[in-house]
């Protein structure tokens, strides 16, 4: 998300110099129709980011539109210090489901809107407080407003580009490496705190260790399911899907909404390509991924599958979402959760955040950024 925490988080790093960006050409949202209702019908539609979108979008009838702008109008217009600006609305009080039933959206409406904009993986914000929401939603306009057309962005050169600049920012601040190494447990001292990590006889002395799932011994986690990604290699780009010129999408984000698959999770689309710098020339690459429900994992992606067009290749992997059950402070290993199945960060940003608090006792401010500073 270009205006979300993790960009936020290089930034204020300084992990940013290191990297370049391009923008996300379209992000979508799927919305079935029964077959035969209309001829021809298209399953995916682009995400309106603004009033004006929302005129012409197909996702909604003639007269959900001026429901829809009121609302858009309604999200931009919200300043967290001017009540007058909340139109009666209390962010801790009012459920999300209430504020929906106060602009009379429809269902379709409130589906693209919670999985395509607020980017919630499931239903269960409805009854919680809306003010969670009307902040992800302002996110992602801001987002759009901050490079044009989509709200996300993507390294050139993929995502080992974000590795690979905190290597270099470690090394100006006599940070160590160890490469090709592999993680064979922790050392204690007497007082049973972490001091090290073991690689066969060698032992790399620190103070704490913040790690995921993999690394740390199996009783310091619990499994709460499983995901399944698929990664296809496409020889054009994805059908339907188009930027603001008109053209066939180099990249794009797909989300296709629980409800509309009568499933319990979203299932994500994110697809990049040579224009990224990430394949060979006119090369794309999608990765489908979701939380595993049944015991057919592989049929559980077929809808987004059948949305790629032709697939030269195709790689499956299903791995495990473990969870911590301690918080690290006693013994001063730190365990994040595993990666989620979302094809945006901002989930993973969130528990960074939440894990820098943890460790160092106070929040990280990322109210101001090193070009506010130099100001």
Known sequence: MASGDLVKILLKTRVSRYLEWKSCEGTYVYQFQEAGLFSGAKYIHKVPASAADGLKSPLMGMLEKPRFINFAQFIMGWEDDKPATHQDIDPRRHTMAQVYQKFGLQESTIDFIGHAVALWPNDNYL??????????????LQSVLQYGGSPFIYPIYGLGGLPEG?????????????LNKSVDGFVYDE?????????????????????????AEPTRTEVRGQVIRAICILGAPIPETKNQEGKPALSCQIILPQKQLKRKNDVYVMMVSWAHSIAAKDKYVAIVSTVVETPNPEKEIEPALKLLGPIQYKFVQISEIRDPVTDG????????????PSSHFEDASTEVLALWKKITGESLDLTVLPEDEDQ
């Open 329 to 340: 402070a006693a013994d001063g290993v730190f365990v994040t959760a595993s990666y989620d």
């Open 191 to 215: 007082q049973g705190r972490v001091c090290g990590v073991r690689s066969g006889d060698e032992v790399a002395k620190c103070k704490m260790v913040i790690c995921d799932p993999s690394y």
């Open 127 to 140: 009854n919680g407080p809306c003010g969670p929401t009307i902040q992800k939603c302002r996110l992602y």
């Open 166 to 178: 905190f290597s270099r920012l470690a090394a100006i601040h006599r940070g160590t490496y160890m």
